[in-house]
């Protein structure tokens, strides 16, 4: 039980601050962020750094998507 606190801690600040980019970066709140969307407040990410997060392959991140980008450094977490 020790090592399950610090987890959901962890898993619960990640979701709230991919949710908190989503919000920042989804300007037409679908719930999903383009290509577009995403370097308005992204400029450095290029088409191929966006394909590569893309993992669904579908056009659009979702929260799970940026959450992993941030978590390897692609994307920055907000401060």
């Known amino acids: 039980m020790k090592h ?3 987890v959901l801690v962890a898993s619960v600040f990640l979701s709230s601050t ?3 980019q989503m919000m920042e970066v ?3 709140e679908d719930g999903m962020a383009s290509y577009e969307e995403l370097t308005a407040v992204y400029t450095d990410v290029t088409e191929e750094q966006f394909t590569a997060m893309d993992t ?4 659009s991140l ?3 998507e940026m959450t992993v980008a941030m978590d ?3 994307l920055a977490k907000p401060e």
Do not use: I
């Open 4 to 6: 399950f606190a610090p």
């Open 18 to 20: 991919a949710f908190a």
């Open 26 to 28: 989804d300007t037409d």
């Open 56 to 59: 669904n392959a579908d056009g």
């Open 62 to 64: 979702d929260e799970d």
């Open 72 to 74: 390897a450094g692609t």
